[in-house]
């Protein structure tokens, strides 16, 4: 068996094109959708990333507006700028890059956010919505995994779904989404027994733990789709390579579709982001017509 690539570059262009339809639209009535990013200190990756996010905003019609500040700023400078962003009708959605230099209250920061500009889907009142089965805004990353478990599998109701990895920002909020979607669930962490068995025993499986090639392609059940979140960079034949947490050659011969790494759950996490920002724009004015998944 060879496994079908889920393309997530594909289909982040086709959500950055309904995203950018409606901020379109949005725009002609007046209402130009905001997007508040707060980088602190001068992180590589980081940088990259932002600039990565600001770009598609600005392509997909969203206003941007950049808050750099040094490694020096400290967590209630950092709290006092989110508040301002709060009260700024400009702004409908604020992003806190993450990681903060140490010494920050990670917490404290993004409790101080309003949740109705949360477009992390971080907040504890988002994340308590989520698990009551209420409208909330969803961590991007698992909202663009459901969109491509979706596109390989349109129908989820009775599968079996493993989340590998239960972090606040994916594996969590992941499970809740299959839930929702009448999967029934099981989520594994670093005290888990015989994970092979429980991936042989799943129809969908989603790796979010962060250590390179840990779940073995021989694990998995034939036909399963695989989602693989993540972004492990290392060193292959004295070359710098990023990988998943899936070992996607021995995968793809055993899986019916995976995501290969990068390329795959990558893009999709900013086309949701931007997503999230028109939702929080339309919920500005008590619209109810939001951009779904």
């Not at 594909?10 to 002609?28: F, N, S």
């Not at 459901?146 to 920002?169: D, Q, Y």
């Not at 990068?262 to 028109?278: E, K, R, S």
Request: charged content about 20%; overall charge neutral.
């Amino acid at each position: 068996m060879t496994a079908t690539l889920i393309d997530g570059r594909a289909a982040a262009e086709r959500l950055r094109q309904r995203v950018a339809a409606r901020t379109a639209e949005l725009a002609a009535t007046g209402l130009v959708p905001g997007l508040a990013v707060v980088l602190v200190g001068d992180d590589p990756a980081s940088q990259i990333y932002v600039g990565s996010k600001t770009k598609q905003a600005q392509e997909t019609g969203i206003r941007h507006f950049d808050h750099r500040l040094p490694a020096t700023t400290g967590t209630q400078e950092l709290i006092a700028l989110v508040r301002r962003l709060n009260t700024d009708a400009d702004v409908h959605g604020i992003l806190v890059q993450l990681p903060l230099p140490r010494g920050v209250d990670d917490s404290a920061v993004l409790a101080a956010i309003d949740p109705t500009k949360d477009v992390d889907g971080f907040h504890a009142v988002n994340a308590g919505k989520l698990a009551l089965g209420e409208d909330a805004t969803v961590p991007c990353t698992p909202l663009g995994c459901l969109i491509l478990l979706r596109e390989a599998m349109p129908s989820l109701a009775g599968k079996r779904a493993l989340v590998i990895g239960r972090s606040n920002i994916v594996g969590k909020p992941m499970a809740q989404l299959l839930l929702q979607n009448d999967c029934t669930v099981t989520i594994a962490h670093s005290k888990t027994q015989d994970l092979p068995a429980l991936c042989g025993e799943s129809d969908i499986v989603v790796a979010a733990i962060g250590r390179p090639k840990a779940i073995a392609g021989q694990w998995l059940k034939p036909g399963a789709v695989v989602i693989d979140v993540g972004i492990n960079r290392v060193t292959i034949d004295g070359k710098s390579r990023v990988v998943g947490d899936v070992d996607f050659a021995s995968a793809s011969e055993r899986a019916g579709a995976i995501t290969p790494v990068p390329g795959g759950v990558g893009p999709m996490t900013i086309a949701c982001l931007l997503m999230n920002t028109v939702n929080a724009a339309i919920r500005s004015r008590g619209g109810t017509d939001l951009l779904r998944p």
